[in-house]
T-cell receptor, first 122, second 111 residues
Framework: GAVVSQHPSRVICKSGTSVKIECRSL??????MFWYRQFPKQSLMLMAT?????????EQGVEKDKFLINHASLTLSTLTVTSAHPEDSSFYIC??????????????????FGPGTRLTVT | EDQVTQSPEALRLQEGESSSLNCSYT??????LFWYRQDPGKGPEFLFT???AGEEKEKERLKATLTKKESFLHITAPKPEDSATYLC????????????FGQGTRLTINP
């Protein structure tokens, strides 16, 4: 399988401060990474899609100036929550997609998720 | 608009009692259908990707199947450690690369 790590796993910050979350694909290169947030007992909500070396594409309703995404390399993407407020408290999960070409022209898309970061803004 | 509906929302089984989870979807050209397992407070764990109707994949007690309208995740003789939320997602051909997720099925296996 493929491993995606996230750091930190938990963070508590004061309202008005900024928080950076790192996402790394440890044993594969990911041209595309995704950031999600998840509220209790709900499914994942996509925030943005990022491709290495280009600007992220944000979903409707997600403020790009508040949630800054940088995809600096094929193994690293960061999400910075700027001027965090209590309503930004959530579970943030990154994901990395790998496209593999297999034998006889077959291919596979696999998308792996990190363990998540629990953000609490006080 | 691409949509995914999972049923049931929650399912309780006794250990060893086999069952199936359903994922119905509508998508404008299916590139792939994904199954994940998610434990509380953790990120989803990749299980399978299915690409075309008739395809099946297996992993331990899990078997995923795909038709043109739905996918089933069959769980055979489940154990308590299989308790989790199972998520289904689809990816369409075309510009958007994103996965569209269902709401998940919360599976509980009682010993």
């Amino acid at each position: 399988g493929a491993v995606v790590s996230q750091h930190p796993s938990r963070v508590i910050c004061k309202s008005g401060t900024s928080v950076k979350i790192e996402c790394r694909s440890l044993d594969f290169q990911a041209t595309t990474m995704f950031w999600y947030r998840q509220f209790p007992k709900q499914s994942l909500m996509l925030m943005a899609t990022s491709n290495e070396g280009s600007k992220a594409t944000y979903e409707q309703g997600v403020e790009k100036d508040k949630f800054l995404i940088n995809h600096a390399s094929l193994t690293l993407s960061t999400l910075t929550v700027t001027s965090a407020h209590p309503e930004d408290s959530s579970f943030y999960i990154c994901s990395a997609r790998v496209f593999r070409v297999k034998e006889q022209g077959r291919f596979s898309y696999e998308q792996y998720f990190g363990p998540g970061t629990r953000l609490t803004v006080t | 608009e691409d949509q995914v509906t999972q049923s049931p929302e929650a399912l309780r089984l006794q250990e060893g009692e086999s069952s199936s989870l359903n994922c119905s979807y509508t998508v404008s050209g299916l590139r792939g259908l994904f199954w994940y397992r998610q434990d509380p407070g953790k990120g989803p764990e990749f299980l399978f990707t299915l690409y075309s109707a008739g395809e099946e994949k297996e992993k331990e007690r899990l078997k995923a199947t795909l038709t043109k309208k739905e996918s089933f995740l069959h769980i055979t003789a489940p154990k308590p450690e299989d308790s989790a939320t199972y998520l289904c997602a689809v990816q369409a051909h075309g510009g958007a690369q994103k996965l569209v997720f269902g709401q998940g099925t919360r599976l509980t296996i009682n010993p």
